[in-house]
């Protein structure tokens, strides 16, 4: 069974950065396109960033040129690199496959911003 485990998340003031880490084990993760979502309280979650499987990027309007996604696959584990956060970015942050999200989705890390 794949399990998905995030970390890397915290509590940092606007205009901050963090660097969020997502491993997956029990999967070769190298085959598979992988994407970071976030949820913010009272709100459905929504998608952040996908990065393939040969390393193509695309990210939300609301990240881009603040945030870059990446991969390890070595490691198998994909990377969120979020810089001059801003408190909209609050939320709780989780990786899956994409385009299906086949994977359970794990715990998640949480992101705060705070003014």
């Known amino acids: 069974q794949v399990r998905l485990v995030e970390s890397g998340g915290g509590q940092v003031q606007a205009g901050g950065s963090l660097r969020l880490s997502c491993a997956a084990s029990?999967?070769?993760?190298?085959?598979?396109?992988m994407a970071w979502y976030r949820q913010a309280p009272g709100k459905e979650r929504e998608w952040v960033a996908t990065?393939?499987?040969?390393?193509?990027?695309n990210y939300r309007d609301s990240v881009k040129g603040r945030f870059t996604i990446s991969r390890d696959n070595a490691k198998s584990t994909v990377y969120l690199r979020m810089s001059n956060l801003k408190p909209e970015d609050s939320g709780i942050y989780y990786c899956?496959?994409?385009?299906?999200?086949?994977?359970?989705w794990g715990q998640g890390t949480q992101v705060t911003v705070s003014s």
């Open positions: 899956n496959e994409v385009p299906s999200g086949r994977w359970v």
């Open positions: 029990g999967v070769n993760f190298s085959p598979y396109s």
């Open positions: 990065i393939t499987t040969q390393g193509f990027t």
